[in-house]
């Protein structure tokens, strides 16, 4: 990341643009590929207008403009981070980009949304988490499963006492769309992707969300992991053996004294975004299920509960994102949905910039200093699963 570090960090940040409340946050988008819709549905859920988009070529921010109704195609990324016209950036490309543009974002006064791994390097994503910090402006990191009402009413039951001292966090998050011979896609290629795929793509959302759940920190780890062949179309059918993990295995101790373990691939058949945990604690366990949100299992000795979502006997923080009434299934979408809700109140509230208090237990959205933590950790979870040992989380 050209010239960015802690020492000369925020020397050249232009001044944060009117943001009080009720001041339109004009948006725009770099990436509207299949995640950067989701912000763009968000992002108009919200209120707020989508300004302008970006591609990979100017043509396709074009074509990519009139499908999505959106006014405006920047020629590229870069001219889209730093217009003048624009208030908000949301970084939705490929992973070896979301560095270089937030940098420039930043720089340019812009309230930051950039797409995990924030970068693909842990020096280059604490400069920016420094960064960030200095500018004053919101930088946050769409680690968006802290948003589902059942995630929140784990934590809320974890911060109340009502599960009593976690002792064991456990669990999984599993995929199959790399699981055929020919299956590819960018993320596979390092240069793209970074040096880690299914740890960084999805195993950094288990341990984001885990640690937001218990306020547990993952502080030492062993892991490994696991490479699969592929065919290559443009080959001759020989087999090739990607750069990036399919699959890692992780066991951790947390810096409170509990053991946990994980299990993160993109090689499940059947599995298609399988993110499971559960949090045993003293006096009860409490298990969530991504795929069946509704609901969280609430185990003890005595009885066993399935808790339905309904913001009528949910706590307070589960119940203020719970938008509809019990019965009617909330989902993804959703999350993202409260996430920039979350982001908009705390650029419209001055100092809130670093996290939402709006629930009344210390921030909800993640922030730069959070995905920077997650970049630290997939860089453990690397170098242990290279060198075959225990690690220290910084
Ligand atoms: N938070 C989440 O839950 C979540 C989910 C999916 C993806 N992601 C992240 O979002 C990012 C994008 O993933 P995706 O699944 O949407 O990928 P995608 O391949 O569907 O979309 C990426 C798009 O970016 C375009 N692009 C490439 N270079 C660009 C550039 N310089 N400027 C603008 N656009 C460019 C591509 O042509 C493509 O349309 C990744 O970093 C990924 O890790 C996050």
Redesign the pocket.
């Known amino acids: 990341m050209g010239g960015t570090s802690s020492d000369t960090a925020g020397s050249s940040l232009r001044t944060t643009p009117g943001t009080t409340p009720g001041t339109t946050l004009r948006t725009a988008i770099?990436?509207?590929?299949?995640?950067?819709q989701?912000h763009l549905d968000a992002v108009r859920r919200s209120g707020a207008p989508v300004v302008g988009v970006?591609?990979?070529t100017p043509a396709?921010a074009k074509e990519a403009a009139a499908a999505l109704g959106v006014g405006r195609a920047f020629d590229?990324?870069e001219a889209l981070v730093t217009s003048d016209d624009v208030d908000v950036v949301h970084i939705?490309?490929?992973?070896d980009?979301?560095a270089g543009l937030a940098e420039l974002a930043l720089r340019a006064g812009k309230h930051v949304v950039c797409?995990?791994?924030l970068t693909t390097s842990s020096a280059t994503a604490d400069a920016l988490a420094a960064l960030a910090a200095d500018s004053g402006l919101v930088a946050a990191v769409?680690?968006?499963y802290r948003y589902h009402p059942m995630a929140a009413e784990a934590r809320a039951r974890v911060l109340d006492g009502r599960a009593g001292e976690v002792r064991l966090v456990h669990g999984h998050y599993l995929q199959d769309w790399l699981s055929e011979p020919g299956d590819t896609?960018?993320?596979v290629d390092a240069a793209a992707g970074g040096p880690s795929r299914a740890f960084a793509?999805i195993g950094s959302?288990w341990c984001d969300l885990v640690e937001w759940v218990t306020g547990h920190r993952i502080a030492e780890l062993t892991a490994v992991s696991q490479t699969v062949d592929r065919t290559d179309p443009a080959g001759d059918g020989a087999p090739v053996r990607p750069d990036t993990e399919d699959v890692v295995q992780l066991l951790f101790r947390t810096d409170r004294g509990a053991t946990g373990s994980v299990t993160v691939s993109q090689i499940s058949p059947g599995r298609k975004n399988r993110l499971w945990f559960e949090v045993d604690g003293t006096r009860t366990s409490l298990a969530f299920d991504q795929e069946n949100p509704e609901s969280l299992f609430v185990g003890s000795r005595g009885e066993n509960a399935a808790v339905l979502r309904d913001p009528a006997t949910l706590s307070p923080a589960a119940a203020r994102l719970s938008v509809v009434p019990g019965g009617h299934p909330m989902g993804y979408l959703d999350c993202f949905a409260a996430f920039v809700r979350d982001v908009h109140a705390a650029i419209r509230a001055p100092g809130a910039a670093g996290g939402s208090a709006a629930d009344g237990t210390g921030g909800t959205f993640p922030t730069f200093d959070d995905a920077a933590r997650m970049v630290r950790l997939t860089e453990a979870v690397l170098d242990s699963a290279a060198d075959r040992t225990w690690k220290e989380v910084s």
Do not use: L, Q, Y
Not at 92 to 95: D, I, K, L
């Open positions: 770099a990436g509207v590929g299949m995640i950067g989701v970006s591609a990979s396709r590229s990324s939705c490309t490929p992973n980009a979301h797409e995990k791994p769409p680690f968006v896609n960018w993320r793509d959302h």
